[in-house]
């Protein structure tokens, strides 16, 4: 039987337990005694915990050694706190564990913030092991179990078995359901049902939309250096004077009877040689300009070895992604007037208009209005408000009650996604019609996007001219919409699922040895009888259902989180620590 090893970015293992070595299934070599400590201590602390929540179920331990569902679920990484915004990332950091697949561990020296893009050194930051989560094993099985009539279902996040090595487990989101064909096109995943004719778009239950989106930006979160820029800002009135801010981060506006006051976002972000000016005191090579907002992973920012910002190309997460939500607190201060969210995607407005004296929120879709309903509002006060617009659908989210359900959808599912236009450079904004208000906390994400290939661009050779060839070069791209104009013929991939198969994609699609980039080292070979085991003639995307191992259903510790003073006892082990709590968390 041959087997080619590659490089895993998928895998999980059992939890090793104090002083035991890991089990044969997960990539590693006996840990250093340092590690091993920390292992035995973090055991103990958790032993308990464990003991309460798997107790009298058919549940078993897992711990996430690479980044292939970051930042759903945390690979060996670096936890790092933004020295510029004091936003907190994760970076990628498998590469420094030395194992039978990695013979030659590589120090990871820097890494960039998904928020303010400054990139930090981060070579003397422990290094944490990966999320420990708890397994649900035959919940599929058992259909009084809630959530488990109907079998495995699509946006499950499931552990199974690496059908070209079954001793191997691997962990992903289920997205391909027996009978189907899925489509992945401009980021997005397309379903043909079995005997069907046609695709359409497959959006997702709210309750995964809202865990799966990523952050773009936190304006609690400001980068020091750019503060008293105001060529930097990214939020500011449309009309000079119309808003003012006190304080920092709370915007505050009284809308005169009949008129508008906008308070708009623009994704302005320095590119790396913007940053090294800025730093160093030092005029700015160029002007700021606005870009569109991509699918950048601040856990795919690593750098290693030399610190040298174009190495390994780990800034070249180009795909434009125009799914966006924004939230906000509403304060209310008087019921008069309309409050109105804007999110914008190939130049067409989506708008959440609230009226501030009935309750009632209205959603549109261009110039069509989708529908109307109470959002619970009433009179003066504070309010969280998520307003999204994700899969061709709208969703209104106000103090967590989802006004409109899994929200309204628009379009028929089946067309082309569109090009951005300039205006998708300013994405977003909060308008106040003759209304008396103050917004804050204001937070924009994005949706996933699936890649057709692993660690490949979907853009190729498309560009116009030429692929961009460093940082800057892909700033300027992306500041000028016309650069992709291409995007309307990009091409798709079709994956047939044969009946009581699956298909399986990671959230951390560009890097993610998922679905997409599978072999068929299993499947039996009449030229070679040496050759696979399998004779079921398994297409190289598909899982069979015996080798679904069960539902991922929570993160149990995450890691240590230290406190206090730098203790340290080795790089990776810092004392006091203290129990994750803001991370632990059901997986959706």
Not at 232 to 254: I, N
Not at 361 to 378: D, F, Q, V, Y
Not at 491 to 510: C, E, V
Not at 518 to 535: E, F, L, M, N, T
Request: hydrophobic share 35%.
């Amino acid at each position: 039987m041959k087997r080619t090893y590659a490089k895993r970015h998928d895998e999980v293992g059992p939890t090793a337990k104090p002083g035991a070595s890991r089990a044969k299934d997960t990539p590693k070599e006996k840990e250093k005694d340092k590690e091993g400590y920390r292992e035995t201590v973090e055991a103990i602390v958790v032993a308990f915990i464990l003991a309460l929540l798997v107790r009298g179920f058919e549940a078993e331990a897992f711990v996430i050694p690479t980044g292939s569902m970051a930042p759903t679920l945390m690979g060996r990484h670096k936890e790092i706190t933004c020295p510029q915004c004091g936003y907190v990332y994760s970076v990628n950091a498998s590469v420094e564990d030395a194992g039978s697949r990695n013979p030659q561990p590589t120090q990871v020296v820097a890494g960039t913030c998904v928020n303010c893009r400054f990139t930090a050194a981060v070579s003397d930051a422990p290094t944490f092991n990966g999320d420990r989560i708890l397994v649900m094993k035959f919940l599929y099985d058992l259909p009084f179990l809630p959530g488990a009539k109907g079998g495995p279902r699509r946006w499950d996040v499931v552990v199974f078995r690496y059908p070209e090595e079954p001793e191997v487990s691997y962990i992903k989101r289920l997205v391909g359901l027996p009978g189907e064909t899925i489509r992945i096109w401009s980021g997005d995943i397309y379903v043909k049902s079995p005997g069907g004719q046609e695709f359409h778009l497959e959006r997702k239950p709210l309750r995964h939309q809202a865990a799966m989106e990523m952050m773009v930006y936190d304006d609690r979160h400001r980068a020091e250096s750019l503060k008293d820029r105001p060529e930097w800002r990214r939020w500011s009135a449309s009309t000079p004077g119309s808003w003012t801010e006190e304080p920092s981060g709370t915007y505050s506006v009284a809308a005169a009877p009949g008129t508008e006051a906008e308070l708009r976002y623009r994704h302005l972000l320095p590119d790396p040689e913007q940053w090294d000016a800025i730093v160093n005191g030092r005029a700015l090579p160029w002007a700021p300009r606005p870009t569109l907002i991509t699918d950048f992973y601040s856990y795919n920012s690593n750098i290693t070895g030399n610190l040298h910002l174009d190495r390994d190309g780990w800034w070249m997460q180009p795909h434009w992604v125009g799914d966006l939500s924004l939230s906000a607190t509403l304060r209310i201060k008087e019921a008069r007037g309309v409050v109105r969210f804007e999110l914008i995607e190939g130049g067409v407005a989506n708008r959440c208009e609230i009226d501030l004296a009935s309750g009632v929120a209205t959603l549109k879709h261009g110039s069509g209005a989708l529908g109307r309903s109470s959002s619970g509002i009433s009179g003066p006060g504070s309010h969280a408000i998520h307003f999204a617009n994700i899969d061709d659908r709208l969703t209104l989210l106000v103090d967590g009650r989802a006004v409109f359900g899994d929200g309204l959808p628009y379009g028929d599912g089946r067309a082309p996604r569109p090009l951005p236009t300039r205006a998708d450079l300013a994405p977003a904004a909060v308008t106040a019609i003759g209304a008396e208000i103050a917004v804050s906390d204001l937070v924009l994400k994005r949706d996933i996007y699936y890649t057709n290939t692993p660690g490949n661009s979907d853009y190729g050779n498309l560009w116009t001219g030429h692929d961009p060839r460093s940082p800057v070069e892909l700033f300027d791209h992306l500041a000028d919409p016309a650069k992709l104009a291409f995007l309307i013929n990009l091409p798709w991939k079709d994956y047939s699922i044969a009946p009581d198969r699956y298909m399986m994609l990671g959230d951390n699609s560009p890097m993610s040895k998922d679905s997409r980039g599978w072999g068929i080292a299993d499947r039996a070979s009449g030229d070679d009888p040496d050759y696979g085991w399998d004779p079921s003639g398994r297409k190289s995307w598909e899982v069979p259902r015996a080798l679904l191992t069960g539902k991922a259903f929570f993160v149990y510790w995450p890691h240590g989180k230290p406190f206090g003073p730098d203790i340290r006892l080795g790089r990776d082990l810092r004392i006091p620590f203290r129990p994750y709590i803001e991370r632990m968390k059901w997986i959706r």
